[in-house]
């Protein structure tokens, strides 16, 4: 026998559904911390993408050193808190799918369409999110244009829903239940479960809490000297043209002298050691101590001042990340060094030898590893 799905009016749906938790009070918290999440995830995740792709007129400052660590950590790790959240909203307010007629007039049809975006656009959000940081990349579509994307049309969704149920948020959280109904425990119990993922997941940028990061997918202090490696240089393709005695860092564009430098050229120049963080796009984190030549030195020696736009060239013959700008915040800061070592030894091969880029407050995707070219534009 076939079962019909329940046709009911909207009076009749709070009957059907006898949960407690099936209520607007319940789904009015749970919306007000999803905006919250939701907001914060858009802004870190817009910080992230203009620090990679910086319009003209604009270039991040480097300072303070650990800002992108923080904001791309908050994204990541704030993201994953919010999932519990979204599963449990999804829950509160599912029974208003069964209200019959579902659609009561042009507005509302809007309305219920406008829904639908928002959930569609916070579950692909969340889910590619996972995917992508699990590095299981199952989506035939490249993630960060389509994550970049939907992040407008969720926000978009979102403020309008907001705006929408603003009067029923206001009534329902401003005035105090008759009775809890154990509408608290619940609430407390799906913040519960969010701090439980942020407790086992934020090692894997703060790295106090690192023993207990059993479920983020990268944990410091693993890979060759005590640092995580994204892309090795065997995935890169270089390990070849990296080791070749024959190597030659380049300063080259426009500059007023040329430079050919050996490592043993580069070893000679004064030494600084500074200790920096490699901040993850996919939102880990870990500091190491880097010593190389500062790449402002490198760059006088050139014959270069001012406010030139530099750009870092790698050994890979091609990919997304076989060169990046270096903006003279960066390249002027005394702490942006061309490495040649870490932690107190020769930097490895899957940390970019013979020389890679290290500077503050930028996306390890932009720290350039096995560097063959140093042109000024
Ligand atoms: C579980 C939740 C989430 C995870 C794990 C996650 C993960 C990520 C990752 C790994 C990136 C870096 C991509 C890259 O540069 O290669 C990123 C970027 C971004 N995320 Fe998320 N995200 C989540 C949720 C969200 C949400 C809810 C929004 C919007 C409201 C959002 C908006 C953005 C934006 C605008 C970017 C920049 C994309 C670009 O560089 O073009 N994310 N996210």
């Known amino acids: 026998m076939v079962r019909r799905t329940p046709r009911l009016k909207p009076d009749e749906v709070a009957g059907r559904f006898t949960s407690r938790w099936h209520d607007e009070r319940v789904a009015s918290w749970l919306g007000m911390a999803l905006g919250i999440a939701f907001l914060t995830a858009f802004v870190t995740g817009l910080i992230s993408h203009f620090m990679q792709h910086p319009p003209d007129w604009a270039q991040w400052p480097s300072r303070p050193v650990g800002l992108y660590r923080l904001t791309q950590g908050l994204h990541v790790i704030g993201g994953l808190a919010t999932i519990p959240l979204l599963a449990a909203k999804l829950w509160t307010v599912y029974p208003k799918l069964f209200q019959w007629p579902p659609l009561r007039s042009a507005g509302h049809a809007v ?41 407008y049309i969720l926000i978009g969704a979102l403020l309008i829903h907001a705006a929408n149920e603003w009067a029923k948020v206001r009534r329902t959280v401003m005035t105090r239940p008759e009775d809890g109904l154990g509408r608290r425990g619940f609430l407390l119990g799906v913040a519960g479960v969010s701090g439980v ?32 490696v994204n892309r090795s240089a065997l995935a890169a393709g270089v390990t070849g043209p990296a080791r070749d005695p024959r190597w030659r860092l380049r300063v080259t564009g426009r500059v007023e002298r040329e430079l050919s430098l050996s490592l043993d050229d580069l070893r000679a120049l004064p030494r600084r050691s500074v200790r920096l963080p490699i901040a993850c796009v996919e939102g880990w984190s870990a500091e190491g101590t880097w010593d190389g030549v500062r790449l402002r030195d490198v760059l006088r020696l050139a014959g270069v001042d001012g406010d030139a736009r530099v750009r870092v060239e790698s050994l890979q013959g091609g990919g997304a990340f076989r060169s990046s700008h270096v903006d003279p915040p960066h390249w002027r800061d005394p702490l942006t060094l061309l490495a040649l070592g870490l932690n107190g030894e020769p930097l490895h091969l899957d940390h970019g030898y013979p020389c890679r880029l290290i500077a503050p407050n930028r996306p390890g995707v932009m720290q350039t590893k096995w560097i063959g070219a140093v042109v000024v534009e």
């Not at 959930?119 to 994550?147: C, D, E, K, M, R």
């Not at 990061?213 to 640092?227: E, H, I, K, S, T």
Request: aromatic content about 16%; glycine content about 10%; cysteine-free.
């Open 197 to 228: 993922v942020v407790l086992t997941t934020v090692g894997e940028t703060f790295t106090p809490l690192a023993r207990l990061a059993v479920l983020a997918p990268r944990r410091p202090g693993r890979g060759p000297q005590g640092l995580l």
């Open 111 to 151: 309305e219920r369409g406008l829904v639908f975006v928002l959930v569609g656009a916070s579950l692909f959000q969340l889910v590619t999110g996972l995917l992508n940081i699990s590095y299981w990349y199952a989506f035939p579509f490249f993630f960060t244009t389509a994550h970049y994307w939907t992040s």
